[in-house]
């Protein structure tokens, strides 16, 4: 029995003008870059618990349109993809059951459309993939693969993570290697489509797990930028400590998502620090108050956070770690004047680095039901539209037009290049008066 | 005791890096030391040469330009005291 782990990796904007004006703009396009080329660690983690006895490949598909034939000769293949690429995704399937393999489709977008993507497949895991895959492979020995795996319903304990098969891959390709320290996230926000929705239930990784993966990959890339693929690495702050303190024994440097509350936490910063953190990705999602109202649908934790968003980027960027702010354009609540809001909180923050994408309605989300409820989906399963630089819903506050040229617009000043240089330069000035002793904010370059 | 050797046993010591992978042509990105971890790896080898490095950007690639810079702040240092 051979398996085929196939990856669908290459996600593209489908707005020709954003695409083509990303073309001039490597910053814009640097981080969709990065998220398209990690490898998928959902597929090296079944890879890792598939026995032995089965031949294993990993395969990245970036373009099926040059793809000339399947890849592979494999007896079964397990292909996972974004919500972006599912299309692509599915046409790859069909041509494997054309040629006899035997298709199994899991993941996100899977879990949050079981039946179309059972029109694809011989069989689907839906919800976490670890539950389900060893009795998934044992019915494919035998010749019996069931149409449905359903793990929902019974959370898998982290405690039992099998150890990713990052061997499989070609290192050299990879400016990054993920590896996952939590799983879910305790906050609820609306439009959020990462691992929440196949694990309603926060959980974290044991650290002693998580050290023995990053001790796999320096065997095979001995100083790696590692990249944890969490939903918010320190919402569990106990957790976060323990890690950092492990992790600053191993010497590597790395990148996560989190949210402003590290900044209340000195300590925890001096150890993300200590510990070779690079930048932190947190989602500020917009500077303005209406922008922010309901987007956890009930807490409004982000709102109440508003006032303090200064000082976290500060803050956090005195320990010489860079944030990169993320907002989201197009939210309920906000009209043409977001465009300005977000490029003067930019300009002025001090942050070192900058994603903007457009509010995406993702399958499987609130905000995806509530829209199509209201009739603001622009189409229905227009899942290529899923790039987070698509506009596939009509906004509240302004139109489609409005939305697509003014997000056009404020890309072009962000990602100007001049303007990254400034950024950074800034960060840098900063943080050079902070380690020559400047310690007084008045002496300090704004 | 040469620049070069003292930096190579510095970064050994403050990486945990084996010194027979840190050779002149070896760039620091290949060591897990980005651009960020090099600001401050400039810092600290201000103390350890008892130099002050200008402010501004710096061309660092690899080992060679980074021992260059302190021979030449060295250099530097020493024909002020002159």
Known sequence: MKIGFIAMSGVRAHNKALTDHGLTLPGFVERSKVIASLPSLGLLTLAGMTPAQVELDYIEVPDLDAVADVPGDFDAVAISSFSAQIGEAYRLADRYRARGTQVVLGGLHVTARPAEALQHADGIVVGEGEPSWPALVADLLRGKLQPVYDSRGQNFDLANAPMPRFDLLDVERYNRLTVQTQR??????????????????????????????????????????????????????????????????????????????????????????????????????????????????????????????????????????????????????????????????????????????????????????????????????????????????????????????????????????????????????????????????????? | MSTFDRTQQFLARRFTLDEREITPERTLQSLGIDSLATMELVFDLEDEFGITVPDGPQAIETLRDLVALIDRQLALQSAAAA
């Open chain 1, 184 to 446: 879910g996230c305790p906050f609820r926000c609306e439009f959020c489509a990462a691992s929440i929705r196949i694990a309603p239930t926060f959980k974290v990784k044991p650290v002693t797990k998580v050290m023995a993966e990053i001790r796999r990959i320096k065997e095979i890339w001995p100083h790696p930028f590692i990249e944890f693929a969490d939903d918010n690495t320190f919402v569990n702050k106990r957790h976060g400590k323990e890690l950092m303190r492990a992790l600053a024994r191993e010497h590597v440097r790395w990148f996560t998502e989190t949210d402003v509350s590290v900044a209340q936490d000195d300590e925890l910063l001096q150890l993300m620090h200590d510990a070779g953190c690079a930048q932190v990705l947190i989602g500020l999602e917009s500077p303005s108050p209406a922008g922010l109202a309901g987007l956890e649908q009930k807490t409004n934790w982000k709102a109440r956070q508003r006032d303090q968003y200064q000082r976290a980027i500060d803050r956090i960027q005195s320990h010489g770690i860079t944030v990169n702010g993320c907002f989201i354009l197009g939210l309920d609540g906000t009209g043409p004047e977001s465009f300005d809001e977000v490029w003067k909180f930019v300009r002025d923050s001090g942050l070192y680095e900058v994603q903007i994408t457009v509010q995406t309605a993702f399958p499987g989300t609130p905000l995806y039901e509530r829209l199509r409820q209201e009739g603001r989906l622009l189409r229905e399963n227009a899942w290529e539209l899923c790039t987070l630089f698509d506009v596939n819903l009509k906004p509240s506050g302004m139109s489609v037009a409005e939305l697509e040229s003014g997000f056009l617009a404020l890309a072009g000043k962000i990602y100007s290049d001049d303007f990254i240089k400034e950024r950074q330069d800034r960060f840098f000035a900063r943080r050079r008066q902070q380690m020559r002793g400047v310690t007084d904010t008045q002496e300090l370059t704004s």
